[in-house]
């Protein structure tokens, strides 16, 4: 059965990063993966805004609206999840005083354990009884709130927000000055608490704050179902775009001939770990993970082309380009220009 398969690597080809890395790339021999570009239709990326993932995640899996971040990302991670509510993530974070505003920290940098998330957030349920606020556990950096109508709020995305000063960026809205306290209320709560009284004991960085943000409710008629699709992926917001449109989910594939075994015919793959490191590589750490993409997915990836096992190849890199291709693309022998 021939394929449909979409990769996806978010800002791996960032022209910018290319620029920086002058003569290493320059030396690089990249021949699977310039001639599948060179050959492929070539279309603008979805969105121009390098860093949002959400809207792109749900466009390559044939979405016509974005799917609310916290809905989607609840759906995957807790067990009673009800579409009907009206979700936001208030993830833990470190707020760092810089002149006269604060600088975010993000969860995923704290190395935060599930005891310590779960016993900050005993704390603030407690704290917010009264207000019948309360927190779901989601993992160590994924916590959810949710309602049951709709709210007015506008929110700063926790990536938009990260190392950033937040001056500008807390929530906006009819609703705002209520979750504004409420984040003010939490930081005051986590500061005297012994977890961190614990952490600052031992050197670690706070977990003073809550972060809120990924407003939404989903709806269903928004949902297109993709029941014959698979994600590979362990993105939690893709976890959440599979369960929720019918389609299986399993991590990233080891190897392209995982993906052509497969029965479902139509594949969306996302490498998740490569993803999330990033922006912590080195020059030379993203040197060896391009000869990666080359020699483990561009050269097998062309060879199933040509074969026909794949019949639409959809490539986003991040280089502010979306390309595909199809068999008979690789028979435009007058496209001889490498566009990397």
């Not at 996806?8 to 021949?31: C, G, H, T, V």
């Not at 974070?93 to 310590?116: K, N, S, Y």
């Not at 699709?229 to 991590?251: F, H, M, R, W």
């Not at 770990?273 to 990666?292: F, M, S």
């Amino acid at each position: 059965m021939s394929k449909a398969i979409t990769l996806w690597i978010p800002d791996f080809l960032n022209k910018q990063r290319i620029a920086e890395s002058e003569q290493a790339w320059l030396d690089l021999e990249l021949p699977a993966l310039r001639t599948l570009l060179k050959k492929a239709d070539l279309f603008p990326a979805q969105t121009l805004k390098s860093r949002d993932f959400f809207a792109t995640a749900s466009n390559l899996f044939h979405q016509s609206v974005t799917f609310p971040v916290a809905a989607t990302m609840a759906k995957a991670l807790i067990n009673d999840f009800d579409n009907t509510l009206f979700w936001l993530k208030i993830d833990p974070v470190q707020m760092i005083p810089d002149r006269d505003t604060l600088v975010l920290i993000p969860g995923v940098d704290l190395q935060i354990t599930e005891a310590e998330a779960k016993a900050l957030i005993e704390a603030f349920n407690l704290h917010f009884e009264q207000d019948k606020v309360a927190i779901e556990y989601g993992s160590p950096t994924n916590w959810f709130l949710s309602v049951k109508q709709s709210v007015d709020l506008q929110t700063t995305s926790l990536s938009d927000a990260s190392y950033q000063p937040l001056h500008d960026k807390y929530p906006t809205g009819h609703a705002a000055q209520y979750w504004r306290q409420l984040l003010n209320e939490a930081s005051m709560l986590f500061y005297t608490h012994p977890v961190n009284e614990n952490r600052r004991s031992q050197g670690l960085s706070e977990i003073n704050g809550v972060w809120l943000w990924g407003e939404g409710v989903l709806s269903a008629l928004d949902i297109q179902p993709r029941e014959k699709a698979v994600i590979g992926s362990e993105d939690v917001y893709l976890k959440g775009l599979a369960d929720l449109t019918g389609a299986q989910n399993t991590p990233f594939p080891e190897t392209l001939q995982a993906c052509l075994d497969s029965e479902q015919p139509q594949q969306l793959i996302m490498p998740n770990r490569l993803n999330e490191d990033l922006d912590k590589l080195t020059q030379a750490g993203w040197i060896e993970a391009v000869k990666w993409l080359e020699a483990d997915w561009m050269v097998p990836l062309l060879s199933a082309v040509k074969n026909q096992q794949i019949h639409s190849l959809l490539l986003e890199l991040g280089d502010g380009n979306r390309y595909h291709i199809e068999p008979k693309h690789l028979n435009r022998f007058w496209r001889f220009k490498n566009r990397i």
